[in-house]
């Protein structure tokens, strides 16, 4: 079964509204990272968590691995937040496993 | 700071020939992975290195595929006689290091292969 679990597969926003992504693990993670895939293919980290939280800008994501999930938030989602966003899950050995993506579009 | 630097960004290759796909981690990154893309499978683990010497390549399928450290600044790809299965965008990353929370991964912009 998927070791990295993402949801929703997909979303729709309007500009200026908030939205949430999560990832649900069945290996124990250590960290997590969270990238955003942009139309021309480009994997941008976002952030690399321990157990915990970050905050940049309109993105905030958190880590807990005893619960074995991850979440995503985007507030007043901007045109350029559209793409697919990956998280990734550091498995045994340093390396890390992906989800499927969820492919996000905002829409004016 | 020009990234991670994967070359070509596009190879089509005829079914059984062989591909060598090339990737220059960040300058002082010490662990470079390399993984693969496609729209069935998603992202799948390769194989990475960590100061140059191979430590996990269990996601490397075993008959055709290989990959080199040979130094510091580049790693290498290589898959021989290419089969349409192996169409997909490969995608190397670096970090500063596995350990120590620095396993940060920077991707570069990856090498479409398309297998006629």
């Known amino acids: 079964g998927d070791k990295v679990k993402q949801s929703p597969s997909a979303l729709s926003l309007q500009e200026g509204t908030n939205s949430a992504l999560r990832c649900n693990f069945s290996?124990?993670?250590?960290?997590v990272q969270w990238f955003l895939q942009n139309p021309r293919g480009s994997l941008i980290n976002l952030f690399y968590l321990v157990p915990g939280t970050k905050e940049n800008g309109r993105l905030k994501s958190a880590f807990d691995s005893k619960e074995s999930y991850s979440t995503l938030h985007i507030r007043d989602a901007q045109l350029e937040d559209s793409g697919t966003y990956f998280c990734?899950?550091?498995?045994?050995?340093?390396?890390?496993?992906f989800g499927a993506g969820t492919r996000l579009k905002v829409i004016a | 700071n020009a990234g991670v630097i994967q070359t070509p960004r596009h190879k089509v290759t005829g079914k059984g020939q062989e591909a060598t796909l090339w990737c220059e981690p960040i300058?002082?990154?010490?662990?470079v992975f390399w993984y693969r893309q496609t729209i069935v499978q998603g992202l799948e683990f390769l194989t990475y290195f960590r100061n140059q010497a191979p430590i996990d390549d269990s996601g490397m399928p075993k008959e055709r595929f290989s990959a080199q450290m040979p130094n510091q600044s580049h790693s290498t790809l290589k898959i021989q006689s290419t089969q349409p299965q192996d169409s997909a965008v490969y995608l190397c990353a670096s970090s500063l290091d596995v350990r120590g929370g620095q396993n940060t991964l920077y991707f570069g912009a990856g090498t479409r292969l398309s297998v006629l």
């Open positions: 290996i124990a993670a250590t960290t």
């Open positions: 990734a899950a550091e498995a045994r050995d340093y390396k890390y496993v």
């Open positions: 300058s002082g990154h010490s662990a």
